[in-house]
């Protein structure tokens, strides 16, 4: 079962404009990193964000995580066609069988 | 450092086979976990192996094993194949596995279609 609900589950802009994604989950976590994923290719880890953090920035990504509502955002800012991919957010949960759950993804075009 | 290796990365099986495949994580990464990849349940966790034990373990029935050799390598076998077992079947490695998990490297995935 999915853990994560990413929206939207896709988004189309112009290259060197800023693309959001926005993951909520249900389950209380240790952590929630983000992955990219291009063309059914194995996954790229881009960024991790622990349970007591609230924002992190990695180059042109900006996480932040809000546990009270649990939910979290990706934002790209100035992307390039080469950020198109489908890109996932991942949680590790406290407790339960499932210790890892992976969002739906969001399909990310960045238009030249 | 090398990255993950998935082999083979394609298979074609008949529905009642089964079927083993093999990933060999980064030098120094204990934990290795799978998943399944399908349009329609999207990324599904299989189970995660650390030191040759299975540590956590996802949905899925009984033809999903694995296991883990001393050198890390990890196996995945599914037995009496089903057309809904035909996916992307991810590994994963990290190198601490413990408590709380680390960044994961993915390998390219085995493309598993059943007939």
């Known amino acids: 079962s999915q853990q994560g609900e990413e929206d939207p589950q896709a988004l189309s802009i112009q290259e060197g404009e800023n693309a959001t994604m926005n993951c909520s989950y249900k389950t209380s976590i240790n952590n929630l990193q983000w992955y990219r994923q291009n063309s059914g290719r194995g996954l790229v880890h881009l960024i991790l964000i622990r349970s007591n953090e609230r924002e992190k920035h990695s180059g042109r990504l900006r996480v932040t995580l809000d546990t009270s509502k649990k939910s979290s955002s990706l934002l790209i800012t100035a992307s390039r066609a080469a950020d198109t991919a489908s890109y996932f957010c991942?949680?590790?949960?406290?407790?339960?069988?499932?210790?890892?759950?992976f969002g739906t993804g969001t399909k990310l075009q960045v238009i030249p | 450092k090398a990255g993950v290796t998935q082999t083979p990365r394609y298979l074609i099986k008949t529905r009642g086979q089964q079927v083993t495949l093999s990933c060999s994580p980064i030098?120094?990464?204990?934990?290795v976990s799978w998943y399944q990849q399908t349009p329609g349940q999207g990324l599904q966790f299989l189970f995660e192996y650390f030191s040759e034990t299975q540590r956590n373990k996802g949905n899925f029935p009984g033809r999903f094993s694995g296991r883990q050799f001393s050198n890390s390598r990890s196996e995945m076998n599914v037995s009496t194949l089903e057309l809904g077992d035909s996916a992307l079947y991810l590994c994963?490695?990290?190198?601490?596995?413990?408590?709380?998990?680390?960044?994961?490297?993915f390998g390219p995935g085995t493309r598993l279609t059943v007939l």
């Open positions: 994963a490695s990290s190198f601490i596995g413990g408590g709380s998990y680390n960044e994961q490297f």
């Open positions: 991942a949680t590790e949960n406290t407790g339960g069988y499932q210790k890892v759950t």
């Open positions: 030098s120094g990464h204990r934990s």
